[in-house]
């Protein structure tokens, strides 16, 4: 027996010592924003309560994002990225719940999960999951810029030239209307499915990325989903495609940077989208443009820019002539409060509009102004006005969008001026200070009935930031 047992222990040693260890390197980083907002009028109603009428003068939100890293090889990764959202004060389990009394609430949402990998003997990387999915741009993308689940892959072919592409499940499962559901169809061609391509070409001094994109739109994608942007789809959801059951999206556009005569910096973007139900009434087509020409100096980057969306002619039989965006955002570079700027630290911003759809816009910035280390300012002046016909915005011919988004429904003959200023201060080389002062006055047609007593709106914001 005693021989038995040195046999079996011999074995598993010999076992052991065989089988291959796989060591797995963690790592974690996160953020935590801690964010203070004073303002009024962000509904640019002079009768409003509060900030809109649904929100207090003063507001205060907290942000938590903890990202963990599996490294098995530089060829095997996994990630999980947890967000924790609270607003102070306010309880119950919603996204900003947990925040009252007591500090208990189920706030925990993951925003990422996925693999990175790479095809063994190839240069092709893939990443699986939850994950950030963009289409390219040079201030950030007005159709999709958000996370979603998604399968990406790419691969360079050499310094020059590269190729991504991705599908991408904007939704799927979210239809539950109860009379669908009692004939067995619930959940039934209710999906948005997006696949692109894009082709980074980077030489010295030009960098250009032409793209495609093409979409399948179920006739129930509408149905109760409440993280996508609907408003072209409703109408999908109405009649389904004339011919099938899906309705067909078309995107393509191209980025351009030139930096040949650097510090000099031009930066170009355009880009067409297309919603083809087959129905000419519900059918979508717009474009938009963007020029951002930009020089930096030792103190500071003086920019101008300006950009030109498509917008509704007032025939509402031809459909809609503003471009489509997929997320509920479209985060931009240009307007940090009037037009849902690029500072997600901020709350309020977006008080006009949700993208630039539907608007034309004059704008000069300096950026990076910097006389004191660790302290920068940004200064921003923004003109802008609408390119909806007059016609379209009094027959309250939005094709989705809410009236009250008045920076997209602007007609041409009204605008709206901005100015703001950022600051950002680096407190530790882990804590900064973030803070945003804007100030929006609308120039509205007294023609048009707005339905409400105009005012300015104007906000303050104030934000810590601790990054590890």
């Keep these: 027996m005693r021989n038995l047992h040195t046999l079996l ?36 109603r002079e009768d409003s309560y509060g900030y809109n009428g649904k929100m207090d003068d003063v507001n205060v939100r907290q942000r938590t994002r903890l990202q963990l890293d599996a490294i098995a090889s530089e060829s ?30 189920s706030n925990v949402l993951v925003k ?82 997006l696949f692109a391509l894009t082709m980074p070409l980077t030489f010295d001094g030009v960098r250009v990325t032409p793209w495609l994109a093409y979409g399948m739109v179920g ?27 899906y309705a067909s999206l078309y995107m393509g556009g191209v980025t351009g940077m030139l930096s040949l005569w ?19 009434r519900d059918n979508v087509c717009g474009w938009f443009g963007t ?32 471009f489509i965006t997929l997320a509920e955002s479209a985060r931009h570079q240009y307007s940090q409060f009037a037009l849902n700027g690029s500072n997600s630290n901020v709350a309020r911003d977006g008080v006009m509009g949700q993208s630039l759809a539907g608007t034309w816009g004059l704008g000069v910035r300096l950026k990076d102004i910097s006389f004191v280390d660790g302290l920068k300012h940004s200064l921003r002046v923004n003109y802008f006005g609408g390119t909806n016909d007059e016609t379209a915005v009094r027959n309250n011919q939005t094709n989705g969008f809410a009236l009250t988004s008045l920076g997209n429904n602007l007609a041409t003959q009204e605008s709206a001026l901005e100015v703001g200023l950022g600051t950002q201060y680096q407190i530790y080389d882990n804590l900064k200070l973030v803070s945003d ?18 005012a300015d709106a104007w906000n303050v914001n104030v934000s810590f930031i601790y990054s590890f």
């Design 437 to 454: 002062i804007a100030y929006v006055t609308l120039f509205t047609d007294e023609d048009i009935k707005r339905g409400f007593d105009k």
């Design 262 to 280: 650097d510090p000099f910096r031009l930066s170009a973007e355009f880009f067409v989208t297309g919603l083809d139900t087959g129905y000419d």
């Design 219 to 245: 006739k129930n994608a509408a149905g109760n989903t409440t993280y996508m942007n609907r408003k072209y789809f409703t109408t999908v959801n109405r009649h389904g495609s004339k011919n099938n059951d």
């Design 291 to 322: 020029l951002l020409a930009e020089y930096k100096l030792d103190w500071a980057t003086p920019g101008l820019y300006a950009w030109y969306a498509s917008g509704e002619d007032g025939d509402s039989s031809n459909g809609s002539e503003r």
């Design 9 to 44: 222990l011999a074995a598993a040693l010999l076992f052991s010592a065989a089988a291959p260890a796989h060591a797995i390197d963690f790592k974690a980083k996160g953020q935590v924003v801690l964010s203070f907002d004073a303002g009024q009028h962000g509904d640019f």
């Design 112 to 193: 990422n999960a996925y693999i990175d990998w790479i095809v063994p003997n190839t240069d092709l990387k893939l990443r699986m999951g939850l994950q950030s999915v963009a289409l390219p741009s040079v201030i950030g993308s007005q159709i999709q810029d958000d996370d979603a689940a998604a399968i990406t892959a790419s691969y360079r072919f050499n310094e020059n030239v590269a190729l991504s592409g991705f599908w991408a499940r904007i939704s799927n499962d979210n239809f539950a209307d109860a009379d669908h559901a009692s004939k067995n169809n619930a959940n039934y061609l209710d999906n948005v499915d």
């Design 76 to 105: 095997l990764s996994g990630t999980v990225y947890f967000e924790i959202n609270n607003q102070w004060g306010k309880a119950g389990n919603e996204n900003w719940g947990g925040g009252a009394l007591g500090a208990d609430g």
